[in-house]
Each structure stands twice: as structure tokens, then as C-alpha cells.
T-cell receptor, first 112, second 112 residues
Framework: EDQVTQSPEALRLQEGESSSLNCSYT??????LFWYRQDPGKGPEFLFT???AGEEKEKERLKATLTKKESFLHITAPKPEDSATYLC?????????????FGKGTKLTVNP | ETGVTQTPRHLVMGMTNKKSLKCEQH?????MYWYKQSAKKPLELMFV???????ENNSVPSRFSPECPNSSHLFLHLHTLQPEDSALYLC???????????FGPGTRLTVL
């Protein structure tokens, strides 16, 4: 059974203090790993898709990386507007399913 | 309207009521999804529709009944719900074979 574990559950940073969020996963055959951002009371907003180990993607202050067992979301010099819950999800090749398995998320708070 | 829209945004209902949630996507996608998001739990996939055909039912109780009349619209009919069904219900869409799912803002459901 596919599993996704995100750590830490919550993270408080000062503005400009860089850090990383972790997503560990277990999947029979990785089809894709997804990062989303979710603000309170809103739906998840797509950030990145990673498909193979060694792949990296960047968007503004965010950089996502992927290994065979985990993914990191690196946040460089964060700003208060980066405060949100960051969700990780995996999709496997079994049966051609579109099913995403999500982690519980990391709630990031960036203080000014 | 752009992206994925959901109505209503908030819904309060008694256990004996019947109500429906509506989702509409303006992205030209052919796959649509219902997810449930409860506090402290990961997003749970409920139903998947591909080209209007239901391809996944994730062991959801029969008091939740989905309907997909065309590729742009998705409904979730609710009847005789329980208080534990209170949650944020999210709709998403994607365009096969692309895996990225785009989410709507969600309907916050409270069952009294």
C-alpha cells in the first residue's frame, strides 16, 4: 500500500530563514510525486511534479528535489506570504490509476 | 469563470436533509475527482470519473452519490449524513494522460 509521511507537522521560521520540508514515500512504482500549497479555507494549489530520482524543479523561493525514497521542498529566504500548508502526494503505476495518495502536510508559518 | 469552481462554498445540513454539491471545470479536462479533507487527516480520494465514466469508488458509503453528466460537471448528492461526515469536500480535474490534478476551492460541509 502506498504511504506518504511528511515532516515536520509544523514549522515556524523567521522571514529570510531558509529551511526544508520532507516527504518520505513508499510506492511500488513511482509515476509521479506532487507538491501542492494550501491556504486556509482554500483548495490545494499545484506547485510541482517530479517523475524520477535526481530531478529538481524551482519556482521563485521554492525548490523541489526527489530521491528514490523521499522528496524535499527547500524554501530559500521565505517571506510571510509563503505561510501555508504544503502537501505532498504520490501516484504509482499500478493499474493505470489516477489515484493520488497524500501526506498530512506541513504547516509553515513565516514570521516577519 | 476559470479553473475549477465549486458551489456552495459553505453548507450546513441536518442528518435527515438531502443536498447536492456542484463542481464545474473550465479547463477542458476529461477526468474529475471528489476528495474529502478532514482535520488532521490526509486528503482522501472518494470518486474518480474518466470521460464521464466512474473508474474508482474508494469504498465510500452509499449516503454519498456522485453524478457526472458530462466532462465539465460533477455532482455529489448527499443524504442522511452523519456528523463525522463534516469536512471540506474538494473537487479536482485533470487531463489524461497528464497526471496533474487541479483543485477547486472546496465546500465546507457541517452536519448537525
Amino acid at each position: 500500500e502506498d504511504q506518504v509521511t511528511q515532516s515536520p507537522e509544523a514549522l515556524r521560521l523567521q522571514e529570510g530563514e531558509s529551511s526544508s520540508l520532507n516527504c518520505s514515500y513508499t510506492v511500488s512504482g513511482l509515476r509521479g510525486l506532487f507538491w501542492y500549497r494550501q491556504d486556509p479555507g482554500k483548495g490545494p494549489e499545484f506547485l510541482f511534479t517530479l517523475y524520477s530520482a535526481g530531478e529538481e524543479k524551482e519556482k521563485e523561493r521554492l525548490k523541489a528535489t526527489l530521491t528514490k525514497k523521499e522528496s524535499f521542498l527547500h524554501i530559500t529566504a521565505p517571506k510571510p506570504e509563503d505561510s501555508a500548508t504544503y502537501l505532498c502526494a504520490v501516484q504509482d503505476f499500478r493499474g493505470g490509476s489516477e489515484k493520488l495518495v497524500f501526506g498530512k502536510g506541513t504547516k509553515l508559518t513565516v514570521n516577519p | 469563470e476559470t479553473g475549477v469552481t465549486q458551489t456552495p462554498r459553505h453548507l450546513v445540513m441536518g442528518m435527515t436533509n438531502k443536498k447536492s454539491l456542484k463542481c464545474e471545470q473550465h479547463l477542458g479536462h476529461n477526468a474529475m475527482y471528489w476528495y474529502k479533507q478532514s482535520a488532521k487527516k490526509p486528503l482522501e480520494l472518494m470518486f474518480v470519473y474518466n470521460f464521464k465514466e466512474q473508474t474508482e469508488n474508494n469504498s465510500v458509503p452509499s449516503r454519498f452519490s456522485p453524478e457526472c453528466p458530462n466532462s465539465s460537471h460533477l455532482f455529489l448528492h448527499l443524504h442522511t449524513l452523519q456528523p463525522e461526515d463534516s469536512a471540506l469536500y474538494l473537487c479536482a480535474s485533470s487531463q489524461p494522460p497528464t497526471d496533474t490534478q487541479y483543485f477547486g476551492p472546496g465546500t465546507r460541509l457541517t452536519v448537525l
